[in-house]
């Protein structure tokens, strides 16, 4: 459920010293009842303005009975009956931190007592070329920042695209070409080639290498709801443990098609290997996909839209156990190395209810590792069909079915796909599905 709800002040609240009132929203038993929150106690609120204040100012809270004075309260202030079935009390520091300092006491927001609106985030990267197709150490370019908070700036060899993380796939996509076709540092790099890619093979004009790994990692918003139990260091290795793996077999398998053999293997012998993740900012980064998705804009929808579907769905079935730590592993060992000693992924409920055709950590090496794998019909079938089985579905079908129809592409179709990111992002060149 995600509703709007009149939140309200209270002072009956401020002025409680007996009770830590700023973990509580207190409602009357109508309001409750017009909202479906009749036996919840847990819920989430947040404002109802951009994808940074939902980030940022989200709170959870637990449902108390409102208190008679502020219900009356608004009786004399005249608020009709239907707005009064819809209101929630906080206190004044709890209404500050989701509504700001602008707002006098009363403001629209969002409720909800499930996992809605998870966030998505990237910061892909991409070769720049001179006009002897050399790679262009960026962080030797001269007036390319090199600072970790810009939006767009090199990162050692590669320049890097860092655009704030959103809900909406379509418009974080939208982001990404905003930031090639406005930012200074475009006007910066301007005289060179940008290429996106998996791995990169050819030389350079500053060491001896010739292997230029890509990455096109994607973040993973971590839910409100779940906040809690990440504070538990077995529950949160679990959770992100399960997480990755899910993501490598529904969504970097599939895209190692894409990838290329001749590139991948190089890549994954450093960077987005079988278990390649970090978890330093409260969620996880899935760090096995290539930047090779940053070839279009097309190619950027299909792939975070599927990974979206994919994250969603996880969420949902995850919210339906209650979060349980059994859901995620059952009986499975949950050191820290258990993505190099498991070999019995069966016994993860979660990922048998996600459809999965759950393979051994061996096998999962030899595929993304060694690209021990035929993107053969039977492959893709069974892909497509759990994919299409996932809750989500309905919503990103067509991410989904894009990604399934360019997979199933001929390898001579496939590797038509231009690379270059000033054709396809700046110069809106078509995609070849």
């Known amino acids: 459920m995600k509703k709007q709800l009149i939140l309200v002040v209270s002072d009956s609240m401020d002025n409680n010293d007996k009770r830590n009132e700023e973990t509580l929203i207190r409602m009357g038993g109508k309001a409750r009842e017009n909202l ?28 108390h009975q409102a208190y008679a004075e502020d219900m009356k309260k608004l009786i004399s202030d005249g608020m009709s009956r239907d707005k009064r079935f819809r209101v929630g009390f906080v206190t004044a520091e709890v209404f500050e931190y989701i509504c700001g300092n602008g707002a006098d006491g009363k403001s629209d927001v969002w409720i909800s007592d ?7 985030g990237s910061d892909p990267e991409f070769i720049l ?9 960026a962080q030797r370019v001269r007036g390319l920042s090199n600072d970790k908070l810009s939006k767009f700036s090199a990162d050692g060899p590669l320049a890097e695209l860092r655009p704030d993380p959103m809900i909406d796939v379509e418009g974080f996509v939208n982001s990404i070409q905003d930031l090639l076709r406005e930012h200074p540092s475009a006007e910066t790099i301007k005289a060179y080639k940008w290429k996106a890619g998996c791995c990169h093979l050819g030389k350079g004009d500053f060491d001896n290498r010739n292997e230029w790994p890509i990455g096109g990692h994607i973040h993973v918003g971590t839910p409100k709801q779940m906040s809690g139990k990440l504070k538990n260091d077995s529950y949160r290795n679990i959770y992100y443990i399960t997480m990755q793996r ?111 055709a759950i393979k051994s950590s061996g096998e999962m090496c030899d595929i993304l590792n060694k690209y021990n794998i035929q993107f053969n019909k039977t492959y893709i079938n069974k892909i497509r069909k759990i994919l ?19 997979i ?3 390898q001579q179709e496939i590797n038509r796909i231009d690379c270059d990111i000033k054709k396809s992002w700046v110069r809106n060149k078509g995609f070849i599905i």
């Open 129 to 137: 070329l001179d006009n002897n197709n050399s790679v262009k150490y």
């Open 246 to 356: 899910v993501l490598d077999e529904l969504l970097s398998i599939p895209m190692m098609r894409i990838d290329k053999k001749g590139e991948s293997i190089p890549r994954r012998k450093k960077y987005g290997a079988y278990g390649d993740y970090r978890t330093e900012h409260g969620r996880l980064e899935h760090r096995t996909l290539s930047g090779m998705w940053m070839a279009h804009p097309r190619l950027a929808l299909i792939t975070l839209g599927t990974a979206k579907a994919i994250i969603d769905s996880f969420y949902k079935m995850l919210e339906s156990k209650n979060y349980d730590k059994k859901y995620l592993l059952g009986d499975l060992s949950t050191g820290s190395n258990l993505f190099s000693n498991c070999q019995d992924w069966t016994k993860s409920p979660i990922l048998k209810d996600m459809g999965i």
């Open 388 to 406: 299409r089985k996932l809750p989500t579905y309905r919503k990103y079908s067509e991410y989904i079915d894009g990604l399934m129809e360019l």
């Open 36 to 63: 479906g929150l009749a036996d919840q106690k847990d819920v989430e609120l947040w404002p109802t303005n951009t994808t940074s204040d939902r980030i940022n100012r989200s709170k959870l809270l637990k449902i």
């Open 114 to 120: 499930s996992i809605d609106d998870t966030v998505i």
């Open 408 to 410: 199933s592409l001929p």
